[in-house]
């Protein structure tokens, strides 16, 4: 069965701290996205990750990718207030281009 | 680049009426779109894929004769609901991607379509 996990799937941390969103999955795949969504919209994509160490950053978020564990991080750095979103991490399963999402982060930063 | 819309981006009709709601790449030409449901604080769930010209491809579970999906063009694909139920509300969206060499990394999500079926 393909399976995407996240964890956590809520997180309240203080502006300025670190903290990573992890994200398993169940069956090899060399395709992983991340995605941000803000209440009520749609999903922004953040990063397309397409092979294994592959690694990239944007702003305060880095996302990893380790296929041989099957595991993507979303890492934060000196969390913002305007981070505050759910994150989702997706997994492109045989190249198919279709995406099975996981349960989502809810993540808050408070000031 | 890489825009999508999609139309409309509210609606609340009455329960066994028919709702349609399009999606459309603006600025490209999709040679697959897909339909997604998320419920509240839920993650999403793909519904079908649909590949202009052809029938769309259902996900398991669900019912193709209730959401009839349409691929009439490199540009647009249509959702409709039929006999729409209350069990129907949900947050309906759309994603396209291109299909050239390099360019089908990722999927460009349209702003979603909310549904209340009363």
């Known amino acids: 069965e393909l399976k995407v996990e996240q964890n956590p799937l809520f997180l309240s941390m203080q502006e300025g701290k670190n903290y990573t969103i992890y994200c398993n999955y169940s069956?090899?795949?060399?395709?992983l996205y991340w995605y941000r969504q803000d209440p009520g919209k749609s999903l922004e994509s953040l990063f397309v990750?397409?092979?294994?160490?592959a690694v990239k950053q944007e702003g305060r978020l880095m996302a990893s990718l380790d296929t041989k564990a099957r595991l993507s991080t979303l890492h934060i750095t000196a969390a913002v207030h305007d981070l505050s979103a759910t994150y989702f991490c997706?997994?492109?399963?045989?190249?198919?281009?279709?995406?099975?999402f996981g349960q989502g982060t809810r993540l808050t930063i408070n000031p | 680049g890489a825009v999508v819309s999609q139309h409309p981006s509210r609606v609340i009709c009455k329960s066994g009426t028919s709702v349609k709601i399009e999606c459309r790449s603006l600025d490209f030409q999709a040679t697959t779109m897909f339909w997604y449901r998320q419920f509240p604080k839920k993650s999403l769930m793909l519904m079908a894929t649909s590949n202009e010209g052809s029938k769309a491809t259902y996900e398991q579970g669900v019912e193709k004769d209730k959401f009839l999906i349409n691929h009439a063009s490199l540009t647009l694909s249509t959702l409709t609901v039929t006999s729409a139920h209350p069990e129907d509300s949900s947050f309906y969206i759309c994603?396209?991607?291109?299909?050239?060499?390099?360019?089908?990394?990722?999927?460009?999500f349209g702003p979603g379509t909310r549904l209340l079926v009363l």
């Open positions: 069956t090899t795949s060399d395709r």
């Open positions: 990750l397409l092979s294994n160490g």
């Open positions: 994603s396209a991607t291109y299909g050239a060499s390099g360019l089908q990394e990722t999927q460009y």
């Open positions: 997706a997994v492109d399963f045989q190249g198919a281009q279709k995406l099975v």
